[in-house]
């Protein structure tokens, strides 16, 4: 079965860094595109970037691009997101995401249980 | 970018109903459209790709349907575990950004 687990949320000060980690096991990591997702208290999904599972390219929502890096290491089977320069906007929780089918179209077949991550002074 | 429009927001039903969510998209999305179940404090679950394929393990109950900018979600015969909020999700792109529905929550009437 494919698990994804993620890691790394907290609460954090306006400006700060966080970095999210999410492991995944049940699948060959290396072959799939992988993706987070976040949810603002209340409110619904929005994707936020996502990263190749090979060639490591990578796509961002516009309100995160140079503030939020995607990363991944396939020896390690893990995804991460480091969240740098932090807004109370960015108060969500962050869902990992696998894209459903290796090289397919962008839509999410199995999701990670989350982490919260709170922006606040 | 591409907008994705549910309604309604909330739909009030009992236990056995039919009942049927829409979503719209901004522009055409051929068959490009998926569709997710979250029940209260549980992550998204993948129900329907493709705008009418049923996912692995999905009951029967759920189907979807529409092409274009009109579609579909309809569960025949609403059990319990099925009050939760459905979310519409375009992919037509190969670039972003793929975009959400604000979200139908189906609550018990």
């Known amino acids: ?121 | 970018d591409i907008q994705m429009t549910q309604s309604p927001s909330t739909l009030s039903a009992s236990v056995g109903d039919r009942v049927t969510l829409t979503c719209r998209a901004s522009q055409h999305i051929s068959a490009w459209l998926a569709w997710y179940q979250q029940r209260p404090g549980k992550a998204p679950k993948l129900l329907i790709y493709r705008a009418s394929n049923l996912e692995g393990g999905v009951p029967s109950r759920f189907s979807g349907s529409g092409s274009g900018t009109e579609f579909t979600l309809t569960i025949s015969s609403l059990q319990p575990e099925d009050f939760a909020t459905y979310y519409c999700q375009q992919y037509y792109t190969d670039s972003p950004p793929w975009t959400f529905g604000q979200g139908t929550k189906v609550e018990i009437k």
């Open chain 1, 1 to 121: 079965d494919v698990q994804l687990v993620e890691s790394g949320g907290g609460l954090v000060q306006p400006g700060g860094s966080l970095r999210l980690s999410c492991v995944a096991s049940g699948f060959t990591f290396s072959h799939y595109a992988m993706a987070w997702v976040r949810q603002a208290p209340g409110k619904g999904l929005e994707w936020v970037s996502t990263m190749s599972g090979s060639d490591f390219g990578s796509f961002y929502t516009d309100s995160v691009k140079g503030r939020f890096t995607i990363s991944r290491d396939n020896s390690r089977n893990t995804l991460y997101l480091q969240l740098n320069r932090l807004r109370g906007e960015d108060t969500a929780i962050y869902y990992c995401a696998k894209i459903r089918i290796p090289g397919g179209r962008h839509y999410f077949g199995s999701w990670g249980q989350g982490t919260l991550v709170a922006v606040s002074s």
